[in-house]
């Protein structure tokens, strides 16, 4: 285990046959029907890669950047960046991509400039979801974990850029979290 993280809270194995289950239930909803993946960027990079290695329907994929200013106890600013253009989600149904559904915020906010460029539909997945702390009402289609509130890094989730090559999910050792400015994405 990594000295910064108080323990575990999903291992590799764990993270993968999650990830296992939730190829089938996305792969059957999505069955003869073309779609794009559209992964918001840092966090979801590497649950995307497994995810879309897991399905064997037809996709395309997209990208998306968004960070927030403010401490993760916070809801801080939110920038959407590096959108895809409007050729490339116009009439287009989207499965959303993020690392972790919080706030809400985030998922809330790309969601509505997605359709606002002219996708038909936008489904959302998340690997990790956090009700305790939702301020906007919105649930994702598809989620693997759900995990209380705790701040977690590991498998794309990072703290100040830092540990998002963990293959697991743990939790960081509270006194590091302190005095944080942003929440990275
Ligand atoms: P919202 O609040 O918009 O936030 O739903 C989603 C984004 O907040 C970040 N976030 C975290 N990052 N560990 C992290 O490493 C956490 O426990 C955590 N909670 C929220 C994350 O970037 C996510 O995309």
Do not use: W
Request: a negative charge; aromatic letters at 8%; one cysteine or more.
């Amino acid at each position: 285990m990594h000295r910064d993280l108080e323990r575990i809270l999903f291992s590799e194995s764990e993270i993968l046959a999650g990830i296992d289950r939730l190829s089938v239930e996305v792969s059957e909803v999505y069955s003869g029907v073309e779609f794009t993946v559209v992964a918001i960027l840092k966090g979801s990079c590497i649950f995307v890669a497994d995810l879309v290695r897991r399905l064997p329907n037809p996709l395309e994929m997209a990208f998306v950047a968004a960070r927030s200013y403010g401490d993760h106890t916070t809801s801080g600013e939110l920038d959407i960046d590096l959108l895809p253009a409007e050729s490339e989600l116009s009439g287009r149904r989207l499965l959303l991509v993020d690392d972790i559904l919080d706030t809400g915020r985030t998922l809330f906010h790309v969601r509505t400039a997605l359709l606002d460029r002219g996708a038909t539909e936008v489904r959302t997945c998340v690997f990790l979801d956090k009700p305790a702390r939702r301020v906007i009402d919105i649930e994702a289609d598809f989620r693997v974990f759900e995990v209380e509130d705790q701040f977690v890094v590991g498998y794309g989730l990072d703290h100040a850029g830092r540990y998002r090559n963990l293959p697991f999910v743990g939790i960081l050792r509270p006194e590091l979290i302190e005095g944080d400015q942003e929440a990275g994405r």
